[in-house]
């Protein structure tokens, strides 16, 4: 994740202009996403057209996207639902059109004639003339009956993919499952770690965010561009979600020990353990992604207390054995789904199979370099059990010279409901709901005994 962009929203845009130009970048992205199936964060870094919008209108285009896809099962079924003819739509250009339409009239309340008349210059812009009527057609008429159909939609099913809400459902129950996604329906708030854990108070009052009890600062205002808040730049401070911060509580205190983080990158977790006084050695196998961890290093004045190794830590080798590592494994990410709503989108079961593949040896990797009486915590941001608790227990299973330190409550900020019957922390995006929520985080702490 990129770590100057938590906030989807960066700027509470109340009147967008009617220029076509945020929308058609919007409507290009989109497809990108949806059709072709890159990231929302990979298809806006990308984009020169998205780069080239001023800022007002690239914090409406961001916000259209992820509004669109935060809401598109929703959508879809409205348009559906408005459909005269199953066969009425010809393209994904003319459905992603209708789909940034609805967005705008019914979950972002721009005026109706401004979103008619701009989705149809949008098909002008396309040279689709012959779709005008029919965009027309479809917004009007939902514009008139679109109100009710919402009222009965089942919004949280809807805007959760069938394979996920499935899984979801075999590993927690339909309730909690039903929490899950309606959690995942709302955006979530501006997580920040201070580098300075003394400064805390003076950062809370200056961004206007309160104090987790695990140390964590929560800004709920929205409108700022990160870059451009007080701080920022000159290094005091980063984001990481509340959830994203707690492993590294579990080694206790960390000054002057050394602590090797496994899957580095993009490096919110080594900037913290650097911050605390650990000296790091940072390992990942994506030269890109660690480029951006090098230059957060550079920007929080830590850089001398990382060591960045580019290697596949599935295979990395360490002359002398750690007594700490910290595996923050690869994984469906479905956790963050609240920042990240294309996530269940562009992931799939065969996906989530190949990623146990390699937290697996990934995990038996840390195992073989940990020294014997050293502590190893794994940790995945997904929400499923395959990836968290299942590793856990296969892993302990194959391995009789590692077992849990269980976690206690005093550990991370009193938060008892956050740790599961074994010990380990399953994290849920509704967890601390009436504080924003958080993302979904498995974490698990075992000791090598032998």
Partial sequence: MNLTQNNEIETAIENPNDDLAARICALNLIGKVLNKRNTLDVALESSSEFARLPPRDRAFARMLLSTTIRRLGQIDDLITYAQERPDALKTDVVRNILRLGITQIFFMEVADYAVVDTCVRMVEE?????????INAMLRTLI??????IEKQDAPRLNTPDWLLKIW?????LNIAAKIAQANMSEAPLDITVKDITER?????IL???ELSTGTLRRVIGGKNIRNMEGFESGKWWVQD???AIPVLLFGNV???RIVDLCAAPGGKTLQLASLGANVTAVDRSAKRLKRLEENLERMGLKDRVRIEIADAASWKIAQKPERILLDAPCSATGTIRRHPDTGYLKSVQDIASLMSVQERLLNRAGEILAIGGVLIYCTCSLQKSEGEHQIEKFLNNNANFKRINVK????GDYEELINDSGDLRILPYHLSNQGGMDGFFVSRLIKTG
Avoid: C, L, T
């Avoid at 396309?126 to 029919?134: C, D, I, Y």
């Avoid at 409550?409 to 991370?412: K, L």
């Fill in 126 to 134: 396309k040279n689709m003339p012959r779709q005008k009527g029919f």
């Fill in 144 to 149: 008139k009956k679109g109100a009710v159909r």
């Fill in 169 to 173: 459902i075999e590993d927690y129950g």
């Fill in 201 to 205: 108070p003076y950062w809370g009052n």
């Fill in 208 to 210: 206007q965010a309160s």
């Fill in 242 to 244: 509340a959830a994203a």
């Fill in 255 to 257: 000054e002057g020990k």
């Fill in 409 to 412: 409550s005093h550990e991370i």
